[in-house]
């Protein structure tokens, strides 16, 4: 069993005052299979008041309002989360698996992970590169999304910065370089081409000396789970070929990034404005105590102090930035 602290920062900078700023957040994680969130707090600055619900697939979502001239928005999400160790998978699956995948879909609410969605839907250029990867109903479904994993790692280059989050599946296919996202929308999309249920999960990856992950440590991830016979929902990082197991925390899962961006919101004025993020992951052995503060790494409160400091004269050359960039 293993802890883990994750702490949140996001910065928008406006080029002059906006009169209201509405927003959601998708910060919180999970409590589902082998994860239990044990804290979670969300502070806002300008200070607002802080709703939540949960939507369809158990994801919990903050929402506020700010109703108030201001030139900044700084969010900070901070939770604790407890790991427990998955059982490991089988090499493969028994030789009627793909009969009983398909059964399973007929009786059961898997539809939503088996149409195109926005961002994971089947091109031309998907289509092509499926036969490139023998991307067929052969062997068993598990085998066939291992390979896949590791077929998509090798196949797509790392770049951060290479695509955006709204670049649709054809840009990484055809340049063969990608963040986080592009790796899960292709192998989600490739994964329904097969009829094998597959979903969009958005999170983060605890990072360590001993591990040679290739996505960014100070930033969000995403990776996939898809629903196999005899084993229900199964993580797969193809970003790192992985397997999705204790370092991966999730926040929310969905069809693909559109349903679950970190922040999604509008505001109200004419401006331009600027996005920063850090993200911090933090390991530990033992949960610390609830009823005491987390211990705040030094270079976290540089980052906080910064964050919260009167953003500098506004530059016309300012990018507008609607959704977050995951890396």
Not at 6 to 26: A, D, G, I, N, P
Not at 35 to 63: A, E, K, M, T, W
Not at 108 to 114: K, R, S
Request: with cysteine; aromatic share 10%.
């Amino acid at each position: 069993m293993k802890f883990y602290s994750v702490r949140h920062l996001t910065k928008f900078v406006y080029s002059q005052c906006v009169s209201e700023s509405v927003m959601e957040t998708r910060m919180h994680p999970r409590s589902d299979s082998n994860q239990r969130c044990l804290s979670f707090s969300l502070s806002v600055s300008p200070r607002c008041r802080v709703f939540s619900y949960r939507d369809h697939l158990g994801n919990q979502i903050q929402h506020f309002d700010i109703p108030a001239e201001h030139n900044q928005l700084v969010i900070i999400a901070e939770s604790l989360v407890e790991q427990q160790s998955l059982a490991e998978l089988p090499n493969s699956l028994v030789p009627s698996a793909w009969a009983d995948l398909d059964a399973l879909v007929s009786y059961g609410d898997y539809w939503e992970m088996l149409l195109p969605s926005e961002f994971a839907k089947p091109t031309a250029k998907l289509q092509a590169l499926a036969a490139t990867l023998n991307v067929t109903r052969r062997d068993d479904p598990l085998v066939l999304v291992r390979e896949l994993n590791q077929s998509l790692f090798e196949y797509i280059r790392y770049v951060p910065r290479s695509t955006r989050v709204d670049s649709p599946i054809d840009e990484a296919i055809e340049s063969r370089e990608g963040v986080c996202q592009d790796y899960a929308h292709t192998m989600i999309a490739l994964l329904r081409y097969v009829g094998i249920p597959c979903r969009y999960v958005s999170g983060y990856l605890y990072q360590n000396d001993r591990e040679l992950d290739r996505s960014s440590n100070d930033a969000t991830h995403a990776w996939i789970e898809a629903f196999l016979p005899h084993l229900g929902w199964v993580g797969f990082d193809p970003t790192n070929n992985l397997l999705a197991r204790e370092r991966h925390i999730r926040t929310a899962i969905g069809r693909d990034y559109a349903d679950v961006p970190p922040t999604h919101g509008i505001f109200r004025g004419r401006a331009a404005s600027e996005l920063y993020v850090a993200v911090k992951v933090e390991s530990f052995d033992k949960a610390p105590a609830l009823d005491r503060d987390m211990p705040t790494p030094e270079d976290w409160s540089v980052m906080v102090e910064k964050a919260q400091e009167p953003p500098p004269p506004a530059s016309p050359l300012l990018e507008i930035q609607q959704m977050q960039q995951q890396q």
